[in-house]
């Protein structure tokens, strides 16, 4: 399942801390303000800024739980590898090109949420319109490879750099050693290369990286400022390829609701918070996956998306969420499986997941 986790678009381009996260939530009051005008102008002209959004209280139409999760699919710019001759790459079958995403996009692609909240287009009552906004943190992270296969791609990968970005290497090393207290993949990568003890690699191969969030929601940062407190120690969270990695990587996100528009009453079912579970591998396939790969800038429009393939709730409840009978719990119920057969699987017991599985 999580294999084959991503999808290729074309475009332009007791204690409620969960809840209280919203009073912890900032954002630059000027860009805030703008963004509250757009949203306040869209439900007032009774239309959603996103054409998919339009579709309203038809019974045809999205259940408000599929358009909570339409609307924090990240997206992100497909890169490609290159034939090693342009004979390969005109014969080049489009099936043969398979995409992967660098994961400096994928925090790139959260940075605006990080900032104003991902705002959710919800139907009450089958007819009335809201824009929940929620704010993601990052709520766990675990980076899996196969350390020698990951250490062959890296080496062929510097043969195209500059000479000079090599220089640094040693002591990066040092700083991510002692700078965390997580497993470091250079040297992670350096024991396993030079180790001569024939130990086998688990099911899901080695883990590299591991951040599990144990923060109150209400004191988390957003997940782009989390994500670049950790990058700073931890450069490789940035520069990993979702090619290089196996399927047992993922990372998930922690959605607290934060402001709705329009203000008024308060709808007690919209306070409900998710944890989105989204896969960071992508298979490669094909003869230029033993290739040395290189950065490809893609076609401008070409996107990738990564839909959420686990999800866990709280306070998830109410005529908003259930509009469709028992439909939403369903699919809350196996996408909610899915996230806990990933856990098991890697035997990593999430904090957050724990704390929605006791309400």
Known sequence: ????????????????????????????????????????????????????????????????????????????????????SLRERKAADDDDKVPYFVLGDVWESFAEWSAYGAGVHLVLNNKDRVIQYYVPSLSGIQIYADPHALSSS????????????????????????AGMDHVSLRDQLLEDSSSDDGERLGSQGRLMFEYLERDLPYIREPLADKVSDLAARFPELKTLRSCDLLPSSWFSVAWYPIYKIPTGPTVKDLDACFLTYHSLHTPVAGPSSAQPMSLVLPIESEKMSLPVFGLASYKFRGFVWTQNGGSEHQLVKSLFQAADKLLRSCHVSHPDLLFFCRR
């Open 154 to 177: 890296l080496k062929a990968r510097r043969l195209s750099d500059d000479s000079s970005s090599d220089v640094s290497t040693d002591s990066d090393s040092e700083r991510v050693t």
């Open 1 to 84: 399942m999580l294999g084959a986790g991503f999808q290729l678009t074309r475009g332009r381009h007791g204690e409620d801390h969960f809840y209280k996260s919203a009073k912890g939530a900032r954002a630059k009051p000027n860009h805030r303000a703008d963004q509250l005008r757009r949203a306040q102008s869209d439900v007032s002209n009774g239309r959603s800024a996103n054409p998919k959004q339009r579709e309203n209280e038809s019974p045809s139409g999205p259940t408000n739980l599929e358009r909570f999760l339409e609307a924090v699919t990240p997206s992100v710019p497909a890169q490609y590898s290159p034939k090693t």
